[in-house]
């Protein structure tokens, strides 16, 4: 698998923007980024195939969020549009050399140490 490092987290006031990036140490087959709560489970927010640039968004938060890549930087960047206090969690970068594209967390053996991200209202 690839080492995955991510970047871009903080604190912002609700409505505002944020624009995570995660920089992976070689090619994968799938990158995305899930998110998790305090105190609640790990959720799916954004996957892209990389090998046709297929992109999954989470129904939830479609229209609020855009993946982009760099291939020559083997990069993902999740921008984050009109954040509330409910978005406020630590998001993980996850990648995976195997996977076509998932929303599961346990299909992607690659994984960053996660960057917090901080909605006041």
């Known amino acids: 698998q690839v080492q995955l490092v991510e970047s871009g987290g903080g604190l912002v006031q609700a409505g505002g923007s944020l624009r995570l990036s995660c920089a992976a140490s070689g090619r994968t087959n799938a990158m995305g980024w899930f998110r998790q709560a305090p105190g609640e489970e790990r959720e799916f927010v954004a996957a892209i195939k990389w090998s046709n640039g297929y992109i999954q968004y989470a129904d939830s938060l479609k229209g609020r969020v855009t993946l982009s890549r760099d291939n020559a930087k083997n990069t993902v960047y999740l921008q984050m549009n009109s954040l509330k206090p409910e978005d406020t969690a630590v998001y993980y970068c996850?990648?995976?050399?195997?996977?076509?594209?998932?929303?599961?967390?346990?299909?992607?053996?690659?994984w960053g140490q996660g960057t917090q991200v901080t909605v006041s209202s």
């Open positions: 996850a990648a995976d050399l195997f996977t076509e594209l998932s929303l599961y967390e346990a299909d992607f053996g690659s």
